[in-house]
């Protein structure tokens, strides 16, 4: 079993930047496709950004490219989200989660029900 806790969530202006990290535990998440996702306030969960086992490869929802940034760092066993450019929009609770150590096709990176392991969550709220 792989334990995911997500940290460095807060309040920030808009125009800000927060790194959002997610540390590993229980098993190394080498071999891992990472994602992040969010959830705003009344609406459906969605993708943000997925990474694969080597980061040779990111992937990013069409708002955030550009602005955010995702990365790990496998001696560690961690997972980062650098957010920059933050909007009011952007404001929602943060998810990490990892996909085991199988093979799926990265156009199944976007859906939440591939992911094997979930973190609790971190709250990003951005004031304008």
């Known amino acids: 079993q792989v334990q995911l806790v997500e940290s460095g969530g807060g309040l920030v202006q808009a125009g800000g930047s927060l790194r959002l990290s997610c540390a590993a535990s229980g098993r190394t998440i080498s071999t891992y496709t990472m994602g992040w996702f969010r959830r705003a306030p009344g609406k459906e969960r969605e993708f943000v950004a997925a990474?694969?086992?080597?980061?040779?490869?990111?992937y990013y929802e069409d708002s955030v490219k550009g602005r955010f940034t995702i990365s790990r760092d496998n001696a560690k066993n961690t997972a980062y989200l650098q957010m920059n450019s933050l909007k009011p929009e952007d404001t929602a609770v943060y998810y990490c989660a990892a996909i085991g150590a199988r093979y799926i096709g990265s156009l199944y990176y976007r859906d939440g029900g591939q992911y094997d392991y979930w973190g609790q969550g971190t709250q990003v709220t951005v004031s304008s």
């Open positions: 990474i694969i086992w080597s980061g040779g490869s990111t």
